[in-house]
């Protein structure tokens, strides 16, 4: 292969990752709002609904800020507010809700992965691992919290081969697991084995 197309096929890779990383990370959360709107719906106000999305999500934000105020072991309002912290990029707020709804209920995989994700974005990678290895420890099915897990491994903390192994896991839960642009995770490993072992040759 030509100096130039090794270029190209090694960005090209890394720009696939990056697009995985963030729709795999999104996945989680949409699950879990999914989820948790069957049993505790935002209550809207009179007139929302002229509102724009940022608008709606904003006062959402502060009917579930009154709700958690007046009742605070809602741990549903909770992890309400956490999802809704967590699509306006709020992290630390995120952190704060997720983990106060954890306080009053044992939670699932889904809501201890998006804790995690939020720790990631806030800048701590070892407590997403913390959060991811929760939800792991808690389903041995739950594929996510395993993909997201060796993200942060092999982007944070350079230790591919555990990312590999993490990956591998995930495989042997769903051997045609699909990131989220539609690339399998074989593909990938395939990829980054690669990578290693032309930079080791």
Request: no cysteine.
């Amino acid at each position: 292969m030509a100096p130039e197309a090794s270029v190209v096929k090694k960005q090209t890779f890394y720009i696939t990752i990056l697009i995985v990383f963030i729709a795999g990370f999104l996945s989680g959360v949409t699950f879990a709002i999914f989820k948790m709107s069957d049993s505790a719906p935002v209550v809207s106000t009179p007139g929302a609904q002229q509102t724009s999305p940022a608008g709606q999500e904003a006062q959402a934000i502060l009917n579930l800020e009154a709700e958690v105020t007046q009742n605070p072991d809602n741990y549903n309002a909770w992890t309400q507010l956490g999802h809704l912290y967590f699509d306006s990029n709020q992290y630390n707020k995120a952190i704060g809700a997720y983990t106060k709804s954890l306080e009053l209920h044992s939670g699932d995989a889904n809501l201890l992965t998006d804790l995690g994700v939020m720790y990631r974005r806030s800048g701590d990678s070892a407590k997403a691992i913390e959060s991811f290895d929760k939800a792991i420890a808690m389903s041995t099915t739950h594929e996510q919290s395993r993909f997201n897990k060796g993200i942060v491994l092999h982007f944070d903390f350079g230790k591919t081969d555990e990312a590999i192994a993490i990956w591998q896991t995930v495989l042997a839960i769903n051997p045609n697991y699909q990131t989220g642009n539609g690339t399998s995770l074989q593909e990938l490993i395939n990829q980054l084995q690669e990578e290693q072992k032309n930079n080791n040759g």
